[in-house]
Protein backbone atom coordinates (compact mmCIF):
# COMPACT_ATOMS: atom_id res chain seq x y z
CA UNK A 1 0.00 0.00 0.00
CA UNK A 2 1.37 3.45 -0.87
CA UNK A 3 0.33 6.58 1.68
CA UNK A 4 0.53 9.95 1.07
CA UNK A 5 -0.15 12.05 4.26
CA UNK A 6 -1.62 16.68 3.77
CA UNK A 7 -2.81 19.01 6.13
CA UNK A 8 0.40 19.92 7.65
CA UNK A 9 0.65 23.77 8.29
CA UNK A 10 1.77 26.68 10.40
CA UNK A 11 -0.83 27.10 13.07
CA UNK A 12 -0.54 29.33 16.33
CA UNK A 13 -1.26 27.70 19.59
CA UNK A 14 -4.40 26.71 20.69
CA UNK A 15 -5.62 26.15 17.16
CA UNK A 16 -6.45 22.76 15.25
CA UNK A 17 -5.34 20.94 12.11
CA UNK A 18 -6.62 17.75 10.53
CA UNK A 19 -4.25 15.60 8.71
CA UNK A 20 -5.53 13.21 5.98
CA UNK A 21 -3.63 10.24 5.10
CA UNK A 22 -4.92 8.74 1.63
CA UNK A 23 -3.94 5.25 1.08
CA UNK A 24 -3.68 3.48 -2.48
CA UNK A 25 -4.64 0.08 -3.10
CA UNK A 26 -7.74 -1.92 -2.26
CA UNK A 27 -6.61 -3.80 0.95
CA UNK A 28 -6.86 -0.83 2.90
CA UNK A 29 -9.15 -1.82 5.36
CA UNK A 30 -7.02 -5.29 5.99
CA UNK A 31 -4.34 -2.38 8.16
CA UNK A 32 -4.32 -1.07 11.09
CA UNK A 33 -3.42 2.62 11.09
CA UNK A 34 -0.52 4.75 13.02
CA UNK A 35 0.11 8.33 13.06
CA UNK A 36 3.88 9.38 14.21
CA UNK A 37 6.02 12.27 14.63
CA UNK A 38 9.52 13.63 14.28
CA UNK A 39 10.61 16.40 15.62
CA UNK A 40 14.17 18.11 15.16
CA UNK A 41 16.66 16.35 16.10
CA UNK A 42 14.30 14.20 18.20
CA UNK A 43 13.41 10.64 17.66
CA UNK A 44 10.09 9.12 15.73
CA UNK A 45 7.76 8.85 18.80
CA UNK A 46 4.07 7.17 18.23
CA UNK A 47 1.15 9.47 18.18
CA UNK A 48 -2.02 7.19 17.75
CA UNK A 49 -3.23 4.21 16.09
CA UNK A 50 -6.70 2.60 14.62
CA UNK A 51 -7.57 -0.50 14.29
CA UNK A 52 -8.71 -1.79 10.59
CA UNK A 53 -12.26 -1.27 11.48
CA UNK A 54 -12.14 1.87 12.88
CA UNK A 55 -13.91 1.34 16.22
CA UNK A 56 -10.92 0.83 18.56
CA UNK A 57 -7.74 3.88 18.96
CA UNK A 58 -5.15 4.30 21.23
CA UNK A 59 -2.95 7.49 21.83
CA UNK A 60 0.07 8.42 23.49
CA UNK A 61 -0.52 10.47 26.76
CA UNK A 62 1.26 13.62 25.23
CA UNK A 63 -1.70 13.88 22.71
CA UNK A 64 -4.62 12.14 24.54
CA UNK A 65 -7.83 14.52 24.94
CA UNK A 66 -6.63 16.56 22.04
CA UNK A 67 -5.94 14.22 18.83
CA UNK A 68 -7.90 12.00 17.48
CA UNK A 69 -7.70 9.68 15.04
CA UNK A 70 -10.03 8.36 12.42
CA UNK A 71 -10.56 6.28 9.26
CA UNK A 72 -12.90 6.29 6.77
CA UNK A 73 -12.37 2.91 4.72
CA UNK A 74 -14.83 3.96 1.55
CA UNK A 75 -12.39 6.38 1.20
CA UNK A 76 -9.13 4.73 1.78
CA UNK A 77 -7.92 7.30 4.29
CA UNK A 78 -7.28 7.94 7.94
CA UNK A 79 -7.54 11.10 9.40
CA UNK A 80 -5.78 12.83 12.56
CA UNK A 81 -7.80 15.96 14.34
CA UNK A 82 -5.37 17.70 16.21
CA UNK A 83 -6.94 20.23 19.02
CA UNK A 84 -5.45 22.76 21.16
CA UNK A 85 -2.22 22.29 19.56
CA UNK A 86 0.85 23.39 21.72
CA UNK A 87 4.66 24.40 20.56
CA UNK A 88 5.73 21.23 21.65
CA UNK A 89 3.70 19.20 19.06
CA UNK A 90 5.45 20.94 16.25
CA UNK A 91 7.28 18.26 14.11
CA UNK A 92 6.92 16.02 10.75
CA UNK A 93 3.76 13.46 10.90
CA UNK A 94 4.24 10.52 9.30
CA UNK A 95 0.94 8.17 9.04
CA UNK A 96 1.68 4.15 8.71
CA UNK A 97 -0.06 1.15 8.23
CA UNK A 98 0.70 -2.34 9.94
CA UNK A 99 -0.60 -5.92 8.80
CA UNK A 100 0.35 -6.55 12.58
CA UNK A 101 -2.18 -7.48 15.54
CA UNK A 102 -3.31 -4.28 16.93
CA UNK A 103 -2.58 -1.78 18.65
CA UNK A 104 1.44 -1.57 18.06
CA UNK A 105 3.20 1.70 19.26
CA UNK A 106 6.48 1.03 17.65
CA UNK A 107 7.43 2.08 14.58
CA UNK A 108 9.43 -0.91 13.54
CA UNK A 109 6.12 -2.89 13.13
CA UNK A 110 4.59 -0.56 10.73
CA UNK A 111 5.11 -2.03 7.46
CA UNK A 112 4.65 0.78 4.93
CA UNK A 113 5.05 5.33 5.04
CA UNK A 114 3.66 8.02 4.12
CA UNK A 115 6.00 10.94 3.25
CA UNK A 116 5.68 12.80 6.09
CA UNK A 117 3.30 16.23 6.66
CA UNK A 118 5.32 19.31 8.43
CA UNK A 119 3.34 20.89 11.87
CA UNK A 120 4.33 24.00 13.26
CA UNK A 121 2.71 25.52 15.74
CA UNK A 122 3.79 29.33 16.87
CA UNK A 123 3.98 30.52 20.28
Known amino acids: VQLQASGGGLVQAGGSLRLSCAAS????????MGWFRQAPGKEREFVATINWSGDSTYYADSVKGRFAISRDNAKNTVYLQMNSLKPEDTAVYYC?????????????????WGQGTLVTVSS
Open 96 to 112: SASIRTYPRRLSYEYDY
Open 25 to 32: GRSFRTYN
